[in-house]
């Protein structure tokens, strides 16, 4: 594995928007090489001062919803991203979803634990 990882969480105010969150913050918290990227300051950084950080480490996007916001913010910016994971085809997959984008049940429970598995399987693969 590379030195260090960075995962880049949807921040969108969607039910698949909070897994993402919380899955990349569980992964952060059990993988010493792992770093979260706060999108809401990358895509506010118009003067491009986080650049040079966000090239630094390879990048996995995890997008909440079809829209693909996360890979278009850092796109925008001229920032390559190794690997992305969506939320919402993962979890169809899994015949599983989270329905409240401000609190977990236990469905977004297991919703986050999906991803999760879902995230170390390609930090595996990076």
Do not use: Q, W
Request: proline content about 2%.
């Amino acid at each position: 594995m590379v030195e260090k990882i960075a995962l880049a969480s949807c921040n969108g105010m969607s039910a698949n928007g909070l897994v993402s969150r919380v899955a990349v913050g569980d992964c952060k918290k059990e993988n010493d090489n792992i770093i979260s990227i706060c999108m809401g300051s990358t895509s506010a950084d118009i003067e491009g001062l986080n650049d040079d950080m966000l090239k630094k480490y390879p990048i996995i996007a995890i997008n909440g919803c079809d829209n693909g916001c996360v890979n278009k913010i850092l796109n925008n910016k001229g920032i390559n991203v190794s690997k992305t994971v969506g939320v919402g085809d993962v979890l169809k997959k899994h015949k599983i979803f989270s329905t409240d984008p401000f609190r977990l049940d236990d469905n977004g429970e297991k919703c986050v634990e999906i991803i999760k598995n879902k995230i170390n399987y390609e930090l595996k693969n990076i």
